[in-house]
C-alpha cells in the first residue's frame, strides 16, 4: 500500500511525540515507546487532541468522519427455483427458448458485436443458459446501472430446475416489473406467485457507498487471516480489498467505485467513493424471509490509517504489517496485555459505520420494490406495471418463435396453471 508519511522514520531519525517533544524511534518498535506524554497513552485525551468528530482534525485532507450515513443498495442477486412437475417442466422449456430468441434479437438490434456464443454462455451446472438486457444499454457483464438477467434452466445434476442472475444494479421500479414480466412469462402467470414461494436465494450482494474515502484511508480488522487479499493498482494504490475467503464462504469486498468505472468503461462518481460490498453466499434461504437476512456489517472495523501516521504514534513497521496482512494476524502474535494496550491506542482511530441494524435498515428501505418481486403487484405500481407489460407483449409478437424439438403435446397456453 502506498502510504503519504509527513515524516521519513529511519534509525536515525528523531520524531516529533505529542506536545513537541523529540525522541528516537527504532525500525524494531511494534508502537511507539512507553515513555510518551500522557496526553497519547490515555484513550480519552487522545480523542481530545485528535478531535471527536475525524480521527485528526490537523491533517491536511478531507477528515474522514466517524460516524457516516452510507448510500445502500443490492449489487447482485441469485435466485433458484425448484420446479419437479415434468409438465410444467416441459412448458417452462418452451418459454425459455422463445425468451433466449427475444435476447438475441434485442442484443442484435444494439448493434455492439456481441457474439452468438457470448449472449448463449456454456455452464457446468445448466444444460442452457443465456442473458436478457433490461435496458438498451444492458452489459453482458453485469456492469453497475447495466441491468441484465441471467435464466439458466434444465440442470445438470440434482440442482434447481432453474436458476436467475439479476445483474447490473441499481433497479428501478420499471426494471424491477420488467424482471416480473419475464418471469411470469417464464412460469406461466397463473404459477409464478406459487413457485416464487418457494424459491430460495443462494446469493445477495448489499453494498454500503461511503464518499469521499478510499481503500488506502482506511486498515480493517480482517484480511490474511481470514483468507483475504489485497490488490494493487500499477500505482501502487489499493484496488480492492478481500475480507475472508471468497471462493466458498460469506466475505466483504472493498474497492473504488472510481477505478472500477475506469476499468469497465463505466459512469465514473462525481465523488471518490468506496464501497464496502458484503457478499452472502447463503445454503438455502427463502426470498420471502431476505427482509430478515442478519446483520453482518457489524463484523467489519475499520480504522484510519491515514491519521494514526500522521500522529506519529504507531511506527512504520506497525502501519506497515496491519496494513498488508490487517489487524488481528499482527495482534494474534502478541499477548494478551499488549493486545489490550494496541486496542486501546486504536480505539480513537476506529470509524463508526457499521452499527448494528444500520446497513441492513438502510438496505430494506432501498430494496422494498425488489424484495416484493414475491408479492402481488402493490395499486401504486398497476399503471407502470401495464406500460411494462403491454410493450414486453408488443417486443414478443415482434420476434419469430423459435423452432423446438418438444413435442406438440406438451405445449401450454400462457397462464395454464400446474399443481407444483
Excluded at 497519547?40 to 485525551?45: C, F, K, S
Excluded at 452510507?70 to 418459454?95: A, G, N
Excluded at 469497465?264 to 467513493?273: A, C, H, R, V
Aim: charged share 30%; hydrophobic share 35%; proline share 4%.
Amino acid at each position: 500500500m502506498t502510504i503519504k508519511k509527513k515524516v521519513l522514520i529511519n534509525e536515525s531519525t528523531d520524531i516529533q511525540i505529542g506536545k513537541g517533544k523529540s525522541r528516537h524511534l527504532s525500525k524494531s518498535d511494534s508502537i511507539a515507546s512507553n515513555n510518551v506524554p500522557k496526553a497519547n497513552t490515555d484513550v480519552e485525551n487522545l480523542a481530545l487532541e485528535f478531535g471527536d468528530e475525524s480521527a485528526n482534525d490537523d491533517v491536511k485532507r478531507l477528515p474522514i468522519p466517524k460516524h457516516a450515513t452510507p448510500v445502500v443498495s443490492t449489487d447482485c442477486m441469485t435466485i433458484l427455483f425448484p420446479v419437479s412437475c415434468s409438465r410444467l417442466q416441459e412448458y417452462i422449456i418452451i418459454k425459455f427458448m422463445m425468451l433466449m430468441n427475444m435476447a438475441l434479437t434485442l442484443y442484435k438490434s444494439f448493434d455492439k458485436g456481441y457474439t452468438k456464443s457470448q449472449l448463449l454462455r456454456s455452464s457446468s451446472s445448466y444444460d442452457s443458459n443465456f442473458i436478457f438486457p433490461l435496458t438498451d444499454d444492458s452489459a453482458l457483464s453485469g456492469n453497475v446501472g447495466k441491468p441484465a438477467l441471467r435464466i439458466s434452466a434444465n440442470p445438470i445434476g440434482d440442482k434447481a430446475f432453474v436458476r436467475v442472475d439479476l445483474m447490473g444494479f441499481p433497479y428501478s421500479n420499471s426494471i424491477i416489473l420488467k424482471v416480473r414480466t419475464i418471469l411470469e412469462m417464464l412460469f406461466g402467470k397463473d404459477n409464478y406467485l406459487n413457485i416464487f414461494d418457494k424459491a430460495r436465494c443462494t446469493r445477495i450482494d448489499i453494498a454500503a457507498d461511503f464518499k469521499h474515502v478510499t481503500p488506502d484511508d482506511l486498515v480493517f480488522n480482517k484480511l490474511r487471516s481470514q483468507k483475504g487479499n489485497i490488490f494493487f493498482n500499477k500505482d501502487g494504490s489499493s484496488e480492492s480489498i478481500y475480507l475472508g475467503e471468497k471462493k466458498t464462504s460469506s466475505h466483504v469486498l472493498v474497492y473504488s467505485r472510481n477505478a472500477k468505472a475506469k476499468a469497465f468503461n463505466g459512469k465514473i462518481p462525481e465523488q471518490e467513493t468506496l464501497r464496502v460490498e458484503y457478499r452472502h453466499k447463503l445454503r438455502s434461504y427463502n426470498f420471502s424471509d431476505l427482509e430478515n437476512l442478519e446483520d453482518k456489517f457489524p463484523t467489519i472495523e475499520a480504522y484510519d490509517v491515514q491519521a494514526m501516521i500522521e500522529s506519529e504514534y504507531f511506527s512504520p513497521d506497525f502501519i506497515d504489517a496491519i496494513t498488508g496482512k490487517g489487524l488481528l494476524p499482527i495482534l494474534q502474535k502478541r499477548s494478551d496485555e499488549e493486545r489490550k494496550a494496541i486496542k486501546e491506542k486504536m480505539h480513537v482511530f476506529k470509524v463508526h459505520w457499521f452499527k448494528m441494524g444500520t446497513v441492513m435498515k438502510l438496505w430494506r428501505d432501498s430494496s422494498t420494490h425488489l424484495l416484493a418481486l414475491h408479492q402481488v403487484v402493490a395499486p401504486e405500481l398497476k399503471g407502470e406495471y401495464k406500460i411494462v407489460k403491454k410493450n414486453f407483449i408488443k417486443l414478443r409478437k415482434s420476434v419469430k418463435k423459435p423452432k423446438s424439438s418438444a413435442k406438440k403435446t406438451t405445449k401450454r397456453r400462457v397462464g395454464v396453471s400446474y399443481d407444483l
